[in-house]
Structure formats: C-alpha cells, structure tokens
C-alpha cells in the first residue's frame, strides 16, 4: 500500500486562480505517486513533488512567495521521516530556490533539526546549494501586493485572517506512505504577506506545521502560522489519531475545530494515518488538494 497527499493552501481562492491550484496540485500529485508507485522513498515523494510547488508561481512556496515588510523574499521549510524521527527545517532563508531540499539536506547531513538565516544558506552552499537571485523567486503578482501593503498604514495579517477571512496562503505540503511502510511529511513557504523581516510562521517548526510518525500518521498544514503554531496543529491531530483507532477525518476536523475555537486561527491540514487513509479539512473558503493511494484507480483532486 502506498499513499500521497499534496496541499497548494487553504484561502479564499479566487475564482479565475482555481485552474491553476488545480493543475498545481494535479502536478505535484502525480510527481509524487510515480515515485512512490515504483517503489521510491517517501521523502524523495515528498522533496520532488515540493521542489514542482516552489517552482510553480502559482503558490507562496520558492517562487512566487510574498515579500517581507523589508521588501526581501524569506521562505521557511520542514521535512520529517516518521521512522527514523529524524527531520529538518530551514528558516528565514534568503536566496534559495528549493527551501524543501536545504531542509532535507539538513535532516540528512547535520546533526540538528532546524537551521534559520544566514547559517542555514552557509550550511547549504557547504553542500553544494547555491544562492539564487531575488528575481529568480519575485513575480509580478507579489511585487504589486507589497506595494498595496505598503501603502495601507495599519495592515495587519491577524486583521486580515480574522476580519476578512481573505489572505492569501499559499503554503504548499505533502505526506506519503511509502512501499517500506514510512511516514513522510513536509512543508514549505514563503510565510505571510508583508511579515517583519525574521519573522518565522509553522511551517519549519516540527510539530506545527509538519509532522510524521509512522505508527500513527503524519500531516502537513497551511493557514495562519501565528494560530497554528500556538495549538501546536500537527502533532496535535497525530496526537488525536493515537487516541481516536485512526480516523483521520475525525482528527482532521477536530484539529480544525481547535484552531477556530481556541485562538481563533484559519487553515487547513492534510492528513495520512499509518495505513495510508487520507483526509483533509479547512475551515477556509477554498483549499487546493490531491490525494491518491493504491486502492484508488487515479488521484482525487479539488480546490
Ligand atoms: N502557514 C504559513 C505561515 O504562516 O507562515
């Protein structure tokens, strides 16, 4: 049995951007199952499919991210493997087009879990990961939000998720079951619009925005980093699955529920347990997903 699950983010996606999520995510889906389906790692699944999503402007991931406040672009990015427990995070990292794979290389070749800044593209450029230029991650698109942003004197993300319910969160992430029986989450970012430069969301923290244990399940989330982090989401609904037999759209829609109810935070989760059985929830207009495991004939796909 194998399984995949991919987000593009969960936001009030507009109407004439809803192909693009959807091919997106069909993309980012298929990358992975080829992979998996042949008997590749979960974390390849997970790194390839991510590295399509960073390249894809469509999304707040690598290219196409929103610009800080400082008018820089700085992107945040987890990977964990739910069998060794080992991971790796970057954060606040200038310059670097694949944040997934910097944060892989920090599971894989360093003995820590999360490096942020300058430290982390040194860590890179030590093991062959060079710098990309601004305009290799800066569209059009997002050169024009930061200007509106700018010019709106008291913008505010928590106003802008809690009056509005309208940021864009274009967060993009994936789990995977694969042949070997191993768990994979990861999840990668540009964060939110006009965030103060340093400002780190939940997507690198283990446990907020990504996590894996292969004897229970793994998740990946996208929303509003600040709410997240504070209900600790991942770990929170593989925490449920322990506990509820596995149900993963019952963990999914609680972990939700508790964003919205406790501190009042918007998004959205995907979902495998240790079986492969996928789910998701959002508690947000739209979210773009694709799922596929091995008892489905082709991939189920949605904005
Ligand atoms: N969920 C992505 C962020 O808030 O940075």
Redesign the pocket.
Known sequence: MVSFIVHGGAWDIPDELVDAHRQGVARAMQIGWDILSHGGSGVDAVEKAINYLEDDPTF?AGRGSFVNAAGEIEL?ASIMNGTTFRCGAVAAVQNIRYPISLARLVMDKSEHVLLAGKGAVQFGAENGVQQCSSNDLLVGRELERWKDLLAQKNYSTKDAFQKKKSLP?D?VGCVALDAAGILVAG?S????PN?YPG?????PMIGC?TYADSAIGGVS??????A?IKVVLAKTIVGLLEVNGGDTQAAADEGIYRLEKKVEGF?GVIVLNSQGIPAFSYNTPRMARAYRTTAMSDACIDV
Do not use: Q
Not at 189 to 192: E, F, L, R, W
Not at 199 to 203: E, I, L, M, W
């Open positions: 707040d945040d969160s967060t999840t970012t540009g964060g939110t965030k400002r780190v969301g939940d997507s925005g989330c996208t929303g509003w980093g600040e997240i998004g």
